[in-house]
């Protein structure tokens, strides 16, 4: 079964995401590890958002 999608929890890894990103003594493979993860979780939140605006539209 699929794990229920967590946007403020997406958004939390995402700001911890960036400052290790910004953190001179994160390695570069590491930084490669991080824009992917990152892809993946806006990706993610995206899709949230759409399906909550289409809910909200048909709704109105």
Do not use: H, W
């Not at 979780?41 to 949230?48: D, F, K, P, S, V």
Request: proline fraction near 2%.
């Amino acid at each position: 079964m699929a794990e229920k999608f967590d946007y403020v929890k997406a958004v939390e890894e995402l700001e911890a995401i960036a400052a290790k990103v910004e953190d001179p003594k994160t390695g570069v493979d590491d930084i490669d590890r991080y824009v992917k993860r990152s892809r993946e979780l806006l990706e993610a939140c995206r899709a949230y958002l759409r399906g909550a605006r289409e809910t909200i539209e048909e709704n109105q």
